[in-house]
Protein backbone atom coordinates (compact mmCIF):
# COMPACT_ATOMS: atom_id res chain seq x y z
CA UNK A 1 0.00 0.00 0.00
CA UNK A 2 2.74 2.33 1.12
CA UNK A 3 4.47 1.81 -2.80
CA UNK A 4 0.44 3.78 -3.72
CA UNK A 5 -0.54 7.07 -4.26
CA UNK A 6 -2.82 9.17 -2.56
CA UNK A 7 -4.40 6.72 -0.41
CA UNK A 8 -6.18 7.96 1.95
CA UNK A 9 -5.18 8.21 5.35
CA UNK A 10 -8.50 6.30 6.53
CA UNK A 11 -7.56 3.13 4.26
CA UNK A 12 -4.56 2.91 6.40
CA UNK A 13 -5.84 3.31 9.10
CA UNK A 14 -8.71 0.74 8.64
CA UNK A 15 -5.60 -1.83 7.23
CA UNK A 16 -3.34 -1.74 10.24
CA UNK A 17 -6.77 -1.86 13.09
CA UNK A 18 -8.82 -4.36 11.31
CA UNK A 19 -7.45 -7.35 13.85
CA UNK A 20 -7.58 -4.71 17.01
CA UNK A 21 -9.99 -5.79 20.09
CA UNK A 22 -11.50 -3.49 21.83
CA UNK A 23 -10.36 -5.33 24.91
CA UNK A 24 -7.00 -5.01 23.67
CA UNK A 25 -6.33 -8.58 23.20
CA UNK A 26 -6.00 -8.21 18.88
CA UNK A 27 -2.77 -7.65 16.98
CA UNK A 28 -0.53 -6.46 15.82
CA UNK A 29 -0.07 -3.66 18.34
CA UNK A 30 -2.58 -5.00 21.16
CA UNK A 31 -4.33 -1.50 20.88
CA UNK A 32 -7.78 -0.26 23.34
CA UNK A 33 -10.90 0.62 22.45
CA UNK A 34 -10.15 4.23 21.86
CA UNK A 35 -6.52 3.58 20.83
CA UNK A 36 -8.31 2.19 17.79
CA UNK A 37 -9.73 4.03 15.21
CA UNK A 38 -13.57 3.85 14.09
CA UNK A 39 -12.30 2.74 10.53
CA UNK A 40 -10.18 -0.38 12.28
CA UNK A 41 -13.72 -0.73 14.45
CA UNK A 42 -15.93 -0.73 11.50
CA UNK A 43 -13.34 -2.96 9.22
CA UNK A 44 -12.83 -5.72 12.26
CA UNK A 45 -16.30 -5.85 12.23
CA UNK A 46 -17.32 -6.26 8.59
CA UNK A 47 -14.19 -8.53 8.25
CA UNK A 48 -15.49 -11.51 11.62
CA UNK A 49 -18.71 -11.47 9.76
CA UNK A 50 -17.42 -11.95 6.22
CA UNK A 51 -15.12 -14.89 7.68
CA UNK A 52 -17.53 -16.59 9.55
CA UNK A 53 -20.39 -16.57 6.78
CA UNK A 54 -17.89 -17.51 3.99
CA UNK A 55 -17.29 -20.85 2.32
CA UNK A 56 -13.29 -21.32 2.85
CA UNK A 57 -10.75 -24.28 2.13
CA UNK A 58 -10.60 -24.86 6.01
CA UNK A 59 -13.54 -24.10 7.70
CA UNK A 60 -17.60 -24.04 6.40
CA UNK A 61 -19.76 -21.15 6.85
CA UNK A 62 -21.15 -20.95 9.97
CA UNK A 63 -23.74 -19.43 8.43
CA UNK A 64 -25.46 -15.66 9.15
CA UNK A 65 -27.30 -16.67 11.73
CA UNK A 66 -25.20 -17.82 14.13
CA UNK A 67 -22.49 -15.21 13.07
CA UNK A 68 -24.76 -12.95 14.14
CA UNK A 69 -25.13 -14.55 17.35
CA UNK A 70 -21.46 -15.07 18.00
CA UNK A 71 -20.85 -11.25 17.03
CA UNK A 72 -23.30 -10.31 19.37
CA UNK A 73 -21.75 -12.48 21.91
CA UNK A 74 -18.51 -10.77 21.38
CA UNK A 75 -19.60 -7.20 21.76
CA UNK A 76 -17.72 -4.70 24.22
CA UNK A 77 -14.94 -7.39 23.68
CA UNK A 78 -13.75 -8.06 20.02
CA UNK A 79 -15.91 -4.97 18.50
CA UNK A 80 -17.31 -1.95 19.30
CA UNK A 81 -20.63 -2.37 20.84
CA UNK A 82 -22.00 1.05 19.21
CA UNK A 83 -20.57 0.27 15.60
CA UNK A 84 -21.69 -4.16 16.43
CA UNK A 85 -25.23 -2.86 17.34
CA UNK A 86 -25.35 -0.36 13.78
CA UNK A 87 -24.28 -3.14 12.01
CA UNK A 88 -26.53 -5.89 13.51
CA UNK A 89 -29.51 -4.28 12.75
CA UNK A 90 -28.93 -3.61 9.52
CA UNK A 91 -28.43 -6.91 8.34
CA UNK A 92 -31.86 -8.39 10.82
CA UNK A 93 -31.60 -11.33 12.88
CA UNK A 94 -32.21 -13.33 9.96
CA UNK A 95 -29.98 -12.21 7.98
CA UNK A 96 -29.84 -12.65 3.92
CA UNK A 97 -28.19 -15.85 3.04
CA UNK A 98 -29.61 -17.47 6.42
CA UNK A 99 -31.60 -21.25 5.58
CA UNK A 100 -34.97 -21.16 7.26
CA UNK A 101 -37.79 -23.83 7.14
CA UNK A 102 -40.94 -22.52 6.27
CA UNK A 103 -44.54 -22.96 6.90
CA UNK A 104 -45.40 -24.77 3.94
CA UNK A 105 -42.85 -27.51 4.83
CA UNK A 106 -39.89 -25.99 2.29
CA UNK A 107 -36.54 -24.95 3.00
CA UNK A 108 -35.33 -21.79 1.80
CA UNK A 109 -32.45 -19.15 1.65
CA UNK A 110 -33.13 -15.84 2.50
CA UNK A 111 -32.57 -13.28 -0.62
CA UNK A 112 -34.01 -9.70 0.67
CA UNK A 113 -35.09 -7.43 4.03
CA UNK A 114 -37.76 -5.32 4.27
CA UNK A 115 -37.85 -1.68 5.81
CA UNK A 116 -38.12 -3.02 9.15
CA UNK A 117 -34.98 -5.51 8.53
CA UNK A 118 -37.19 -8.60 8.46
CA UNK A 119 -36.64 -11.55 5.53
CA UNK A 120 -39.24 -10.60 2.76
CA UNK A 121 -38.08 -12.75 -0.11
CA UNK A 122 -37.35 -16.02 0.21
CA UNK A 123 -35.65 -18.55 -2.44
CA UNK A 124 -37.52 -22.23 -1.66
CA UNK A 125 -34.99 -24.74 -2.83
CA UNK A 126 -36.40 -28.04 -0.86
CA UNK A 127 -39.21 -30.15 0.06
CA UNK A 128 -39.04 -31.34 3.69
CA UNK A 129 -42.15 -33.47 2.78
CA UNK A 130 -40.15 -34.83 -0.10
CA UNK A 131 -36.77 -35.17 0.72
CA UNK A 132 -35.91 -33.44 -2.13
CA UNK A 133 -34.44 -30.78 -4.02
CA UNK A 134 -37.34 -28.75 -6.02
CA UNK A 135 -37.53 -25.84 -8.97
CA UNK A 136 -36.20 -23.00 -7.15
CA UNK A 137 -39.45 -20.64 -6.19
CA UNK A 138 -39.30 -17.44 -5.05
CA UNK A 139 -41.99 -16.40 -2.17
CA UNK A 140 -42.58 -12.70 -0.73
CA UNK A 141 -43.36 -13.15 3.02
CA UNK A 142 -46.22 -11.93 5.13
CA UNK A 143 -48.01 -10.57 2.13
CA UNK A 144 -51.45 -13.12 1.93
CA UNK A 145 -54.60 -11.77 3.12
CA UNK A 146 -55.18 -14.69 4.99
CA UNK A 147 -53.57 -15.56 7.83
CA UNK A 148 -54.09 -19.12 7.72
CA UNK A 149 -52.62 -19.44 4.63
CA UNK A 150 -49.64 -17.29 5.02
CA UNK A 151 -45.99 -18.57 4.77
CA UNK A 152 -43.89 -17.88 7.74
CA UNK A 153 -40.31 -18.80 9.06
CA UNK A 154 -40.50 -21.37 11.54
CA UNK A 155 -37.08 -22.12 12.48
CA UNK A 156 -33.29 -21.86 10.95
CA UNK A 157 -32.28 -24.88 9.35
CA UNK A 158 -28.36 -26.12 9.35
CA UNK A 159 -27.90 -26.28 5.09
CA UNK A 160 -25.25 -28.42 5.45
CA UNK A 161 -27.68 -31.24 6.81
CA UNK A 162 -29.70 -31.29 3.46
CA UNK A 163 -26.27 -30.39 1.14
CA UNK A 164 -27.71 -27.14 0.57
CA UNK A 165 -25.33 -24.06 -0.28
CA UNK A 166 -26.49 -20.40 -0.75
CA UNK A 167 -24.30 -20.17 -3.35
CA UNK A 168 -25.36 -22.78 -5.06
CA UNK A 169 -29.20 -20.84 -5.16
CA UNK A 170 -28.68 -17.25 -6.45
CA UNK A 171 -28.30 -17.12 -9.44
Do not use: W
Amino acid sequence: MQKCENVPRAVYQMLSDHHEKVDGSGYPEGKQDQEISVYGKIAAIIDAYDAMTSEQSHKPSMGPIKAYRQMLKESGLAFDKQLLAVFLKSIGSIPVGSCVSLSNGRVGFVLTLNKSFKPSLVRQVYSVTNKAFIEASDIELNKSANLRTEVVIEKEVDPEVLGLQFINHIS
